[in-house]
């Protein structure tokens, strides 16, 4: 068993005496009755004794590169040392002072027939309170570093030993290997009777995260308007309910949202409640957030510093002044830093670059940059985002939208949020994601009439220069890319397969012209004029296709 104990202490605790105090590396004093019985126990139980000797059989025996010799993998014999040594990094050097003490054992394997002196350069660390108590093998190590924590929560939750085993078959010319997990005979009981493998004391309480208006709801299929409505109503959540307490309660607003499951216990029906049983307690970890996730980003990291908000008004609130985002009240408690290195970047971009690279910098801020404050952005850098559509609208290349009033001022600016806009669109995010003012003219009409901009996106294509494309690949088809070829076309053009739709799939190895041949159908298509969704399902595979997107992104 693994058991990994959190000590309420504070950073004075982690000293040389204190450790000692609790920990020893070597043999004890028998003076007494109680230090023969212990000294009994450690001998027998505590002392790594397996490579003592010269041992080369051990399993503890290991080489570091096959030029080396083997030496313990565990490190011992270990060096004497006078005084215990805290590490940053790793465990503490326990204290394993030359004292004389020490007793003789005959070696293991290769070294058998050998005495061999045991002192306290072999003891493993214990404590002598466990190990007196139990009387049996007991490893105490103090884990006073987050490297020492990373280690043993993932040795706590590992799965069984796995090996891989090496079958030979003279049959079959390809060798075989086996994947097996072992199980021991104590663990195959312990599994069969389904006791708990791993626990957790005090327990872990999951916060949910979630805007105004988004939390899950849950209902069955087929409930009537009524039954959806009061499930609406009842929806209630850790974080909603958290709000509710506070807003009835005063005794709950000293404490952050990730601090309330210390003291509060939380009840699906009832919401929170004050714990009545005493020692009783939970940690809360709230669900994690990207900072490409915007706002819920930002109000995670404001219920990481705000005590006892009473409502998600309360919460964008600070020093009396309630902000229109999460993200504003972020930057007036100074948890985001400024846009400076953006504003440099436009900066000096404006000095050469036109109005479509700099919108699509701003595009590529939005998506994969970490933006503070987009809206300040855009009203500092419109002008030059928006220098070449002043010229566009006057030459009458685009067209005025209906709604648009004569002598109207800046529908340049306008249009160019529309143009953001359709750029957002190709990965799922609108300008309402970033707080950015919405166009006020209705473009999308002036376009195509009766068509979506979906649409339209797919009629841009040059059909003459997918025509040459087409031409290009095709003479260079081999003999079973051609007959695939007909097969599909059959299928499109000629209408071959009326009343089902067929499904076709290409079966092949890597580099034997499978996204090629997709590539000479879809050039063929759209020189006809026809709509083609290119959809791979990661995306490398859908940058290869002119045109091509993820599923997820398309569809």
């Known amino acids: 068993m693994h058991l990994l104990v959190f000590l309420e202490t504070d950073a004075t605790f982690l000293t040389a005496d204190n450790i000692d105090r609790l920990i020893s590396a070597e043999l004890p004093e028998e003076v007494t009755e109680q230090g023969q019985q212990l000294g009994i126990i450690i001998r027998g139980s505590m002392v790594h004794t397996q490579c003592a000797g010269g041992n080369k059989n051990a399993l503890c025996m290991k080489s570091p590169r096959p030029d080396q010799p083997q030496r313990c993998s565990k490190k011992y014999p270990r060096e004497f040392l006078e005084e215990t040594i805290v590490q940053a990094n790793g465990y503490p050097l326990y204290r394993q002072r030359d ?25 493993v660390p ?19 570093s987050i490297q020492a924590i990373k280690y043993i929560y993932k040795y706590k939750y590992k ?27 104590t663990e195959a009981i312990w599994r069969l009777f389904e006791y708990k493998v791993h626990e957790e004391v005090p327990s872990v309480m999951h916060l949910s995260i979630h805007l105004p208006g988004e939390q899950a709801v849950y209902f069955p299929e087929g409930i009537d308007i009524q ?64 900072p490409f996730m915007g706002e819920k980003y930002n109000l995670r990291l404001l219920l990481t510093v705000v005590c006892g908000p009473q409502s998600f ?16 009240a972020c930057i007036a408690l100074g948890l985001l830093e400024n846009d400076g290195e953006w504003v440099a970047t436009f900066t000096e971009g404006s000095t050469f670059a036109s109005g479509y690279s700099l919108r699509q910098l701003f595009i590529t801020a939005l998506l994969y940059g970490t933006v503070v404050s987009p809206i300040d952005i855009w009203e500092q850098f419109k002008i030059p985002f928006c220098d070449d559509l002043p010229h566009r609208l006057a030459s009458g290349t685009v067209p005025l939208p209906p709604n648009a009033i004569d002598g109207m001022r800046d529908v ?37 009439v009766g068509q979506n901009s979906l649409i339209q ?4 294509y040059d059909l003459e220069k997918q025509a040459l494309n087409h031409q290009d690949m095709f003479d260079v088809l081999n003999t079973e890319q051609l007959e695939c070829y007909h097969k599909i076309l059959q299928a499109v053009v000629d209408r071959r397969y009326e009343g089902r739709s067929p499904s076709f799939f290409l079966h092949g190895p890597a580099g034997t012209g499978k996204t090629f041949l997709y590539k000479c159908l879809c050039s ?27 599923a997820h992104s398309r569809l």
């Open 99 to 123: 004292s004389g003490k020490s007793f003789t054992i005959i070696g293991r394997g290769t070294a058998a027939d050998i005495p061999v002196t045991i002192d306290n350069r072999y003891v």
């Open 126 to 144: 214990y404590s002598p309170y466990l190990t007196g108590r139990y009387r049996a093998h007991v490893n105490v190590e103090i884990c006073g």
């Open 159 to 185: 799965e069984n030993n796995q090996s891989a085993v090496q079958v030979l078959s003279e049959k079959d010319e390809v060798k075989r290997y086996l994947n097996g997990r072992y199980i021991g005979l």
């Open 227 to 290: 039954g959806l409505q009061d499930r609406l109503q009842n929806a209630h959540t850790t974080l909603t309910s958290f709000f509710d307490y506070n807003s009835n309660n005063l005794d709950g607003r000293q404490y952050l949202y990730q601090q309330f499951p210390c003291h509060y216990q939380f009840i699906t029906k009832k919401g929170w409640q004050k714990r009545v049983a005493q020692g009783r307690t939970a940690i809360g970890r709230m669900y994690s957030a990207s």
């Open 313 to 328: 008004h309360h919460l964008r609130t600070v020093y009396e002044t309630r902000y229109s985002t999460f993200k504003r």
């Open 412 to 448: 340049q600016f306008d249009y160019g949020l529309y143009l953001i806009q359709q750029m957002l669109q190709e990965f799922n995010k609108t300008l309402n994601d970033y707080s950015l003012p919405l166009p006020v003219l209705n473009w999308s009409t002036s376009q195509a």
């Open 457 to 460: 996106e797919e009629q841009l």
């Open 524 to 550: 063929f298509l759209r020189a006809k004029g026809q709509i083609v969704l290119c959809v791979a399902s990661s995306g490398i595979a859908a940058q290869l296709l002119l045109g091509g997107r993820t």
